[in-house]
Structure formats: C-alpha cells, structure tokens
C-alpha cells in the first residue's frame, strides 16, 4: 500500500488553548504549542493508528506565533497559502488548525487564492479544548484526516477548500459560524455538505467542483481595502456618506434587507452614487442567513443596478468578503474586476 501524505498547519484557536492560570479552569483561554496539543492525539502518533494501520504519514508546521483567530487578517491567509504552496507537491492532502471565529473567513480567502485546486485543504478546530474531557476536537480532527487523507480510506479526494466541523463537511466558502458553543458550530446554508459522515462516509461527488485542468497556482494578489456594512431601519445616509467617502474604499459590501432591498430615499441614492463615481465597487448580498439577493425583484432594490450595484446572489459575507478582497487585487480593469465579481469562480455563488 502506498503512503499518503497529511500535512498539518497549526494556526491557533481554542482547539489548543488551556487556562492562561493553570491553577484556574476559569481563567482566559490562551492559544498552546503544538506539542501540547498532540499530546492529546495519539493516533496521529508514528505508531499510532493512522500510521500504523493506513500508512498515512504526517508533516506538521506551527505558526511562529499562534493565535486567537479574531487576530487574523489578510497576511495570515498568505502565511498560510505559502505553507502549502512549498509541500503542495509532495502531499495528498491539507489540514489546517484554526480558531472557529474566523475560520469561515480563511475558508473563503483560501479558496480564490488557490487557483487549479486538486487536493484537499480541510480547516478544522474545535468549539472545547481538546484538553477538555467533552472536547469535540478529537471528532473533528478525525474526520479532517479522513477527508485529507483520502486516498488510505478508499474515498474520492475533494479538490476544494473545506471546513470540516461536527461530522459536517462545507465547501470553505459557503461556510459561515452560525454558533459560538454548539457543537455544530458551521452552517453551509445555500450549498449541501459535500460528505456524508456517518457511520460510513459517502462523499457527494455531485456537489463537488468539477477537477481543474490548469496548473495549481498561488495567487496572492489581494486588495484589503474592503469593507462590509449592515443596514438597519433608520441608518443615516450621513453617517453612511462619512463611512465610505474615502478614495481608498475600493470595495463596498453591502448587507441588505431579503432580496436585496435598501432605503430608496434620494440621499441614501446620493451616497452609493457619489461612492461609485469614485471608483468603488458595490455588491449587494442579504443579511438573511439564507437565500438570495434578486435585484429587481422589489421597486425597493430595483432602482440599485441602474447605479451599477452588483448582486451577490446567495454569498455568505464571509465569500462575498474573501472574493472582494481577491478580484480586487488582481491587475485588471475596472470593468474586469467587476465582471469577475458577478461570475462563479470557486463555487462560492448560485445565480438563478
Ligand atoms: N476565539 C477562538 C478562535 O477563533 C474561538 C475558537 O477557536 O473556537 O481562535
């Protein structure tokens, strides 16, 4: 039987964390080597179950300095695409350690930076320490290991960017934390679990992006000069104008009523106008947690296209976010980057 290669990014994220007093269970949870961490985990061990009995092998990395994820930013997605840029060749599958807070998000990064995706990259953490006795770790980890290590369990490998939580497995960017104690922590609420996970596992392969023909690439190119904003009954169009009148805003997401519905009042028109003139891309997507924005379909999102707001269908923030920060960066035009913004490029969109 041929080995398969698993390596392991450890970033951070309660999944390692221990009291910051260890005399004191209740004080603040701060993150832990990874030594400490695989303590916990022997079937990872070389002589462990894994390696023993599947022939897997693990590499591992720890971040030089591990983190809560609510410290991440961009240059956190791009440490973490180069760890996997440099070993991409020499292994079947990824598997990312991180925070839940902002997994959804690196999901989501991760997924455009990639280009020509054909293995596995599953990010997987934990809701408990995995010192805790009722951790969920052990379970999540587990099934990451599945899913990355494909191959050794005789199931198809899934050439996308995962988050893998709870027995659920999510294509990255249509994740989103929907809970900040549940087990069930993930929801992917437009697009099916990619797996089914129970006692035996039955990969989707309906669901799953189709495997790219090109050759894998790491594209950093990132513009970071984003922002998401939420409406609200009674939002001040001032307030708003003071917000993005900025020349270096150059993508605004906005999250709006249902399907795409905002206040049509002249001076709420006036500030997207006056942003788009400068050069500021718009994209609408809803603050529902489920469906899609369909412009037009109200007089109270109707007037929006004409001023050049783009529909982000059903994305989550965290992929409408991601695919800004991405199609941004890229060296294009305007009206190129645009395009792209209206366009399925990883799976992260459904039109209809
Ligand atoms: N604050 C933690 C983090 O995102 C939460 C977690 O991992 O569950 O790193």
Not at 291 to 297: D, H
Not at 330 to 349: C, F, H, M, P, Y
Request: proline residues 5%; glycine residues 8%; charged residues 20%.
């Amino acid at each position: 039987m041929t080995k398969t290669r698993i390596f392991i990014l450890y970033t951070g994220g309660t999944i390692g964390m221990g009291p910051k007093d260890p005399t004191d269970v209740n004080s603040a949870l701060v993150t832990q080597s990874w030594e400490q961490l695989q303590q916990y985990m022997p079937s990872i061990h070389p002589d462990g179950y894994f390696s023993s009995i599947r022939n897997i092998e693990f590499e591992y990395f720890s971040f030089p300095e591990l983190l809560d994820s609510s410290q991440f930013d961009v240059r956190h997605w791009v440490m973490m695409a180069n760890e996997i840029e440099k070993r991409y060749d020499s292994f079947d599958g990824f598997i990312i350690i991180h925070g839940t807070d902002t997994m959804a998000y690196t999901a989501s990064g991760l997924s455009f930076i990639f280009e020509n995706l054909a293995k596995p990259v599953v990010v997987t953490g934990a809701q408990l320490p995995i010192s805790h006795t009722r951790t969920d770790a052990i379970t999540n980890f587990s099934n990451a290991i599945h899913i990355a290590g494909a191959k050794a369990f005789g199931l198809t490998p899934i050439n996308e960017v995962m988050v893998c939580f709870n027995d659920r497995v999510f294509r990255g960017n249509r994740s989103t934390k929907a809970s900040t104690n549940d087990f069930e922590g993930f929801v992917s609420p437009d697009y099916p679990s990619l797996v089914e996970l129970e006692e035996t596992i039955r990969v989707k392969h309906s669901d799953l992006l189709p495997r790219p023909e090109g050759k894998f690439r790491v594209n950093t190119n990132l513009n970071p000069n984003v922002m998401v904003l939420t409406l609200f009954p009674g939002i001040q169009p001032r307030h708003l104008s003071k917000l993005i009148d900025d020349e270096e805003i150059d993508g605004l997401i906005i999250k709006t009523f249902g399907s795409g519905n905002a206040p049509c009042t002249p001076e709420f028109l006036a500030v997207l106008e006056s942003a788009k003139k400068r050069g500021t891309s718009i994209l609408f997507i809803t603050q529902c947690l489920q469906g899609r924005v369909s412009l037009g379909k109200y007089a109270a999102s109707d007037v929006f296209e004409p001023l050049g707001v783009i529909s982000g269908g059903d994305m989550t923030t965290e992929a409408a976010l991601a695919k800004m920060i991405w199609v941004l960066g890229q060296k294009l035009n305007k009206s190129q980057q645009e395009n792209l913004l209206q366009t399925d490029l990883r799976g992260e969109v459904t039109y209809r």
